[in-house]
């Protein structure tokens, strides 16, 4: 969150490539990343979404570095925050389709 307010691109795009596997370039949340996470217990996938999500004020790292003036760094941050969530709920509603 504070690298997105600070407008630290290069800290925001570590965090994803770090703990997302998702490539700089690509639109798109790694697909191992996804079913890793949505098959381990809460409180591992919740510390990503912590990442990502909203902070105490309800405010995502896109909207922090939106309200910065940090456009392009928002508009980047938001495409990867959608991709994450996505593919973490298809993969919930995957795993318990059978249920």
């Known amino acids: 969150h504070k690298a997105a307010q600070r407008g630290k691109e290069n800290v925001c795009k570590w ?6 596997n998702v490539p700089s370039l690509n639109g798109n949340c ?6 890793t996470s949505a098959k381990r217990d809460w409180d591992y996938t919740s510390f990503f979404i912590s990442l990502i999500g ?3 004020d309800k405010c995502c790292p896109s909207d ?14 938001a495409g ?3 991709s994450v969530v996505r593919g973490l709920y298809h993969e919930w509603q995957q795993l318990h389709s059978d249920d």
């Open 64 to 77: 922090l570095a939106g309200m910065e003036g940090h456009n392009d760094l928002a508009h980047w941050l």
């Open 15 to 20: 965090v994803f490539t770090t703990f997302f």
């Open 54 to 56: 909203p902070d105490d």
């Open 80 to 82: 990867k925050e959608q």
């Open 30 to 35: 790694d697909r191992e990343f996804i079913e």
